[in-house]
């Protein structure tokens, strides 16, 4: 962690968003806020010199209104953003604040890859733009200011023409060429000056695409790309010609044309349909599909898991807020989310960890700690107190304990 440095990162925001991971460790706390998702020796390095970090949360990081925004799949904790704003205060980042959590929506991707420019050329073009604004809008104000009053003065103060001054000026007049046909019907010299017309203001520079858009190419395209993973080998021929209408969206979604990506899209799912449903094949132990799937398996029942939690919260303050120490009540329900501070996202790191391997060593190593992960989970969850009754609480029929273990016991069973 020696070489990461915050407050670099956060000055690279811009436009478009960053990734972050929220380590809490027993010495100390860490964000990390990087245009491509955390590499693993960044993550291990920040996780040991915070003393047995964990990763606590992790989601996208950008600019909303020109305020920095830490936004996650699940609803965030009201404890993250105390813990971050100590982060910035120790990092020396403090002209970042305020900041502000949130949850993404729905068609917001979890993870981004970002292009980064380099900061000082970034800085400098903007320097030079604001300085040729400056610039234009000085010359206006020079163009309208100076001309007119001069004029005004000058018809005040200045003495009627002697008949010698006259005369020079119609000898002036006499050898000057004779006025173009455009100019025949052009005011004396101060009309004309007043008839100018004023330099006109620059052109607002175009509008950047929603967000949505891109975000909504990108989920589209990822089920198009899992779709066609899931289309037998003997159908060779679709495959190929899936793959390469996926390639020219892919393409064409990075240079932001999405109208085309989309139409390419359209291709790609028309040729999907022709797959009949029976011939779908069950993705295999350890097969790309299987980790990708048991990720988003694992993301899911955990917001799922956070929703039930919700809905126990907010039964149990209307059933208590005549109480006089509702308070107190309310600050002590809080501890019902701290069961996802130990079934936490580690599991996904894993599972991607054994799907990125290309060694099999690799990926036989990420599979035994993707295994010892679940056997942990499943350990707290059936000695853990407070587990043992929030299926049972009185406020609010739920089912947490019930639909973690049935997750976790299939994902080891997926897991070669």
């Known amino acids: 962690m020696a070489d990461y440095n915050l407050k670099q990162?956060?000055?690279?925001?811009?436009?478009?968003?960053?990734?972050?991971?929220?380590?809490?460790?027993k010495k100390s706390d860490m964000v990390l806020v990087t245009p491509k998702p955390a590499p693993g020796k960044l993550l291990d390095d920040t996780k040991?010199?915070?003393g047995d970090g964990k990763r606590i949360a992790k989601g996208v990081c950008l600019k909303e209104n020109g305020q920095i925004v830490f936004a996650?799949?699940?609803?965030?904790?009201?404890?993250?953003?105390a813990t971050l704003k100590k982060i910035f205060q120790e990092q020396k980042c403090s002209m970042f604040l305020p900041i502000e959590l949130r949850q993404l929506g729905n068609n917001e991707p979890d993870e981004v890859v970002t292009e980064v420019v380099e900061t000082n050329e970034e800085e400098s073009s903007e320097s030079d733009s604001e300085s040729n604004n400056e610039s234009g809008n000085d010359q206006e104000s020079t163009n309208q200011a100076i001309p007119i009053p001069n004029q005004a003065d000058s018809a005040q103060t200045t003495p009627p023409p002697t008949p010698q001054t006259s005369q020079t000026s119609s000898q002036q007049q006499q050898q000057s060429p004779p006025p173009q046909p455009t100019q025949a019907q052009t005011p004396p010299p101060p009309q004309q000056q007043q008839q100018q017309p004023q330099p006109q203001a620059k052109p607002p520079p175009p509008q950047p695409l929603a967000p949505e858009t891109e975000a909504l190419f990108k989920k589209r395209y990822q089920n198009c790309m899992f779709a066609e993973l899931k289309v037998p080998a003997a159908q060779a021929q679709l495959k190929t010609q899936l793959k390469a209408a996926l390639g020219i969206a892919k393409g064409l979604g990075e240079q932001?044309?999405?109208?085309?990506?989309?139409?390419?899209?359209?291709?790609?799912?028309?040729?999907?349909?022709?797959?009949?449903?029976?011939?779908?094949?069950?993705?295999?132990?350890?097969?790309?599909?299987?980790?990708?799937?048991?990720?988003?398996?694992?993301?899911?029942?955990?917001i799922q898991v956070q929703s039930e939690l919700q809905k126990v919260e907010q039964a149990v303050l209307d059933a208590c807020k005549e109480?006089?120490?509702?308070?107190?009540i309310a600050g002590k329900v809080k501890n019902l989310y701290s069961v996802?501070?130990?079934?936490?996202?580690?599991?996904?790191?894993?599972?991607?960890?054994?799907?990125?391997?290309?060694?099999?060593?690799?990926?036989?190593?990420?599979?035994q700690q993707s295994r010892t992960l679940i056997k942990?989970?499943?350990?707290?969850?059936?000695?853990?107190?407070?587990?043992?009754?929030?299926?049972?609480?009185?406020?609010?029929?739920?089912?947490?304990?019930g639909r973690l273990v049935a997750t976790l016991t299939d994902l080891d069973k997926k897991i070669v």
């Open 256 to 302: 932001h044309n999405f109208a085309d990506a989309n139409k390419k899209l359209d291709e790609v799912e028309k040729l999907l349909k022709a797959v009949p449903a029976n011939q779908a094949p069950v993705s295999p132990k350890g097969s790309m599909v299987t980790y990708i799937q048991a990720k988003l398996d694992w993301r899911n029942v955990r």
């Open 48 to 50: 040991k010199e915070c």
């Open 323 to 328: 109480q006089p120490n509702i308070g107190e």
């Open 9 to 25: 990162a956060l000055s690279k925001i811009k436009a478009k968003p960053f990734n972050f991971a929220l380590i809490e460790g």
């Open 72 to 81: 996650t799949r699940s609803a965030p904790m009201p404890a993250w953003k």
């Open 340 to 367: 996802l501070n130990t079934l936490d996202e580690r599991l996904i790191d894993k599972l991607d960890d054994a799907l990125k391997a290309q060694e099999p060593e690799k990926k036989d190593f990420a599979d």
């Open 376 to 401: 942990e989970y499943l350990g707290f969850i059936n000695s853990d107190p407070l587990m043992a009754v929030i299926d049972d609480n009185p406020f609010a029929p739920v089912n947490v304990k």
